[in-house]
């Protein structure tokens, strides 16, 4: 069993949607949890972390953390045409060195 | 504000020659580096991470080898390149803080 679990997808949302991404992990000494975005053929750039549970909201970006079940979710409002790229998951332990999930395509159509 | 070059951009080799790829930053001393692969449809694979001048820590073993050489300079290197080794190349800079995470364009590498 991999560390993290992330669905590759393709998903593929209207604009306006709501968009949830998920990632299962099985290590229970995660204790940051980071998004990241990557667009095609780019680095992947930091779109949020938390520490511990719970929720962290920032503009059309919620983020999840329920360690109970280590499962985290990323949701994303009123979703754009430019959302669509990768979305990584990535946890980490005290140290900051992330283990990141496979990526999840979104893909928001007009 | 931060930045992290690498290049070159695109790369496509032989098997069998060699590799070097390099990553340098700007605003920022004595930062911890690291090269991370990622392959089509993967996550990113951490490769080494170096926390100062000469220290090099590998997480995977394999027949690449990194240098940091200069305090903003972190080199990627194989003297034989696999076709295995062909992937998306990524150089990342994570501080002291889970939102100091910053990460180059990339070099992406093709071995034919």
């Known amino acids: 069993q991999k560390e993290v679990e992330q669905d590759p997808g393709p998903l593929s949302v209207p604009e306006g949607a709501i968009v949830s991404l998920n990632c299962t992990y099985s290590?229970?000494?995660?204790?940051?949890f980071m998004w990241y975005r990557q667009y095609s053929r780019k680095g992947p750039e930091l779109l949020m972390y938390?520490?511990?549970?719970g929720n962290k909201e920032d503009g059309r970006f919620t983020a999840q953390v329920d360690k109970s079940s280590k499962y985290i979710s990323l949701f994303i409002r009123d979703s754009q045409p430019s959302d669509s790229a990768t979305y990584l998951c990535?946890?980490?332990?005290?140290?900051?060195?992330?283990?990141f999930g496979r990526g999840t395509s979104l893909i928001v159509h007009p | 504000s931060q930045t992290i070059h690498q290049w070159p951009a695109t790369l496509v080799q032989p098997v069998g020659s060699p590799l070097s790829l390099e990553c340098t930053v700007e605003?920022?001393?004595?930062?911890?580096l690291y090269w991370y692969r990622q392959a089509a449809g993967r996550g990113l694979q951490l490769l080494f991470y170096?926390?100062?001048?000469?220290?090099i820590s590998s997480e995977v073993p394999q027949n690449l080898s990194a240098s940091r050489p200069q305090d903003r300079q972190f080199i990627l290197s194989s003297k034989k390149l696999l076709l295995s080794d062909s992937g998306f190349y990524l150089c990342?800079?994570?501080?002291?803080?889970?939102?100091?995470?910053?990460f180059g364009p990339g070099t992406r590498l093709t071995v034919l």
């Open positions: 938390t520490y511990s549970s």
């Open positions: 990342a800079w994570i501080g002291g803080k889970a939102d100091t995470q910053y």
């Open positions: 170096s926390v100062g001048i000469g220290q």
């Open positions: 605003g920022t001393s004595n930062p911890n």
């Open positions: 990535a946890m980490s332990p005290r140290s900051y060195i992330p283990t």
């Open positions: 290590n229970s000494a995660f204790q940051y």
